[in-house]
């Protein structure tokens, strides 16, 4: 089956600083990507949509600027969290699909600790 | 064991036993509906998935049960295992695509030896 490749798995970063996660779509082409976040013992919530050679569509309340994303090939799609706080401490899950109507794999997830 | 839904998180069954995992959705234009299991500290993996027009589907030692009626999903496993041990999630799309999916709030589920 399709594979999604999320890289780093783990991250423990100080206050301020920049922490930048990959999604690779290892054996398909993903027009779009979308991108998760998820607190301990909560549910998946959707962060932003991101589309090929287009700006990411965000959900209400993700700051944009805080939260850049960047989508530059069918393969890959990047997450960066700027000037990190403790309270982005949190799993990142990217997820791919070939299109519209097919089918959606997810990535392994990035925990990500601010200290 | 069964799950009455969303007031009871967790789920503790024994190995051999079939379980059941109840959802309630939130949109009656939802159209397409997909069951997730995640491990602990993994993204989530597709288990089965289900269209509107139809009310169940069987898969390998799972089956999905769909009521439109109620706004109802169950996720039923046969025989569970040790390694079913997870949180299961459902979720809902209302586009006929997976692409924005909406999670339930997860089941987790203890399989005893």
């Known amino acids: 089956g399709a594979v999604v490749s999320q890289h780093p798995s783990r991250v423990i970063c100080k206050s301020g600083t920049s922490v930048k996660i990959e999604c690779r779509s290892l054996?398909?082409?993903?027009?779009?990507m979308f991108w998760y976040r998820q607190f301990p013992k909560q549910s998946l919530m959707l962060m932003a949509t991101?589309?090929?050679?287009?700006?990411?569509?965000?959900e209400q309340g993700v700051e944009k600027d805080k939260f850049l994303i960047n989508h530059a090939s069918l393969t890959l799609s990047t997450l960066t969290v700027t000037s990190a706080h403790p309270e982005d401490s949190s799993f990142y899950i990217c997820?791919?699909?070939?299109?519209?109507?097919?089918?959606?794999?997810f990535g392994s997830g990035t925990q990500l600790s601010v200290l | 064991g069964e799950n009455v839904g969303l007031h009871l998180p967790t789920l503790s069954v024994q190995e051999g036993d079939n379980s059941i995992i109840n959802c309630a959705y939130s949109?009656?234009?939802?159209?397409?509906f997909i069951w997730y299991k995640q491990e602990s500290g993994k993204g989530p993996q597709f288990i089965i998935d289900?269209?509107?027009?139809?009310d169940k589907r069987q898969g390998q030692r799972v089956t999905v049960l769909l009521n439109k009626t109620v706004k109802h999903l169950s996720l039923q496993i046969a025989a569970t295992q040790p390694g079913d041990s997870a949180v299961y999630f459902c979720?809902?799309?209302?586009?006929?695509?997976?692409?924005?999916?909406?999670f339930g709030k997860g089941t987790k589920l203890s399989v005893k030896p």
């Open positions: 997820s791919a699909s070939q299109g519209a109507n097919e089918k959606l794999f």
């Open positions: 289900i269209r509107s027009n139809m």
């Open positions: 979720a809902e799309n209302i586009r006929g695509s997976q692409g924005n999916l909406i």
């Open positions: 991101s589309n090929e050679g287009s700006k990411a569509t965000y």
């Open positions: 054996d398909f082409q993903a027009t779009t």
């Open positions: 949109n009656s234009a939802s159209d397409y």
